[in-house]
């Protein structure tokens, strides 16, 4: 099973959407049914005389490729941007920026190579976590998963919904397109439902700064800086802004990012 592994996230290199400037190596890595033009803002004001920003469409969304006979669980989608970002980068201590479901695919990356991964910045991770002494966000995470289940049942009223959102939107919101159906599925279902995050960040080795806006209503935040407290490791942030990487969100991921040059 290892070897069809390797053999398999070998097999798909991601598409890189941005790669510009030189030095300190960041990763920024998107969320779900959006590309990596969700990360324009940053390329837009990052100095690229200290850094080198790299954006890659994940595994089944933009213009990577979508195959069928995967699952798109959080390690798919790691070890394909993994794979892609090939041997000179892995050699490297990176810094991961992750945005929603990127985050969950931040957080394995930096849990699975700790060795690759000097920070990570985390804007807006939908984190969910089984923690029965956290009853608030114990409801919360089963009215976001019924809601998710209702969405999963409902595919062409969420295709029509994206187009409008994207229409109307500041940046690139989650646009899906139909071919992106099955990623979009699975990857909601076994990345983000069945996800890792929150065990792998209760554990980390790696400075983190969490951030998340005041006016977001696609995630919950609700005990998640209670439940991560104790590890010194993890920086809490809350900014005046809605879930969409937008020029205000890019300014404040820079002020974090300058101290790392």
Partial sequence: MRFLEKLFHGRFRLFKSIDVGDGQVIVAIHGIGADGHTWDPLASIIDQTKFRLLCFDLLGFGESPKPNNIQYTVNDHAEALVKSLGWRFRRKQIVLVGHSMGCLVASHIAAKYPKMVKHMILY??????????????????????????????????????????????????????????????????????????????????????????????????????????????????????????????????????????
Avoid: C
């Fill in 124 to 261: 807006e991770p939908p984190l969910f976590a089984d923690s029965p002494e956290f009853r608030s966000h114990a409801r919360r995470k089963k009215l976001y998963f019924a809601l998710y289940e209702e969405l999963i049942q409902r595919p062409k009223l969420l295709l029509n919904y994206s187009k409008l959102m994207a229409r109307l939107a500041e940046g690139r919101a989650v646009l899906i397109e139909p071919e992106e159906w099955v990623p979009f599925e699975r990857s909601l279902r076994n990345t983000i439902m069945k996800q890792t995050a929150y065990n792998e960040l209760k554990l980390t080795i790696i400075p983190t700064d969490i951030i998340y806006g005041k006016f977001d209503l696609i995630v919950t935040r609700k005990e998640v800086k209670e439940m991560l407290h104790a590890n010194p490791n993890v920086t809490f942030h809350m900014v005046g802004e809605m879930h969409d990487v937008n020029n205000r969100a890019a300014k404040y991921i820079i002020r974090l990012l300058k101290p790392l040059y």
